[in-house]
Nanobody, 120 residues
Framework: QVQLVESGGGLVQAGGSLRLSCAAS????????MGWYRQAPGKQRELVAVVTSSGTTKYADSVKGRFTISRDNAKNTVYLQMNSLKPEDTAVYYC??????????????WGQGTQVIVSS
């Protein structure tokens, strides 16, 4: 009923920048929080950043001051601007969204993930 499609991952040198996008589509009535998570090899998935429908944001300590989450409610899209990237930022990045589906209620949806590799 709802699909999240991420884009913008890739290979970048340490100190560089990338911008991830995640667009939600389907039978969307409204979207509450939208967020970004990441999972490095051999590690658990962890929260990177989240933004509420009103624009309140929260960041993991490891990315504060380097990453910025934002959203365009008209486009049902969330962004993650990543600056000053470090090799330890290497992971698969997933977006999620708390979506009120038209006629069906609220559920949490995930994207398929996009790979970010930061070389030293």
């Amino acid at each position: 009923q709802v699909q999240l499609v991420e884009s913008g991952g890739g290979l970048v040198q340490a100190g560089g920048s990338l911008r991830l996008s995640c667009a939600a589509s389907g039978r969307i009535f409204s979207i509450n929080a939208m967020g970004w998570y990441r999972q490095a090899p051999g590690k658990q998935r962890e929260l990177v950043a989240v933004v509420t429908s009103s624009g309140t944001t929260k960041y993991a300590d490891s990315v504060k001051g380097r990453f910025t989450i934002s959203r365009d409610n008209a486009k049902n899209t969330v962004y993650l601007q990543m600056n000053s990237l470090k090799p330890e930022d290497t992971a698969v990045y997933y977006c999620n969204a708390d979506v009120w589906v038209a006629g069906a209620g609220i559920d949490l949806y995930w994207g398929q993930g996009t790979q970010v590799i930061v070389s030293s």
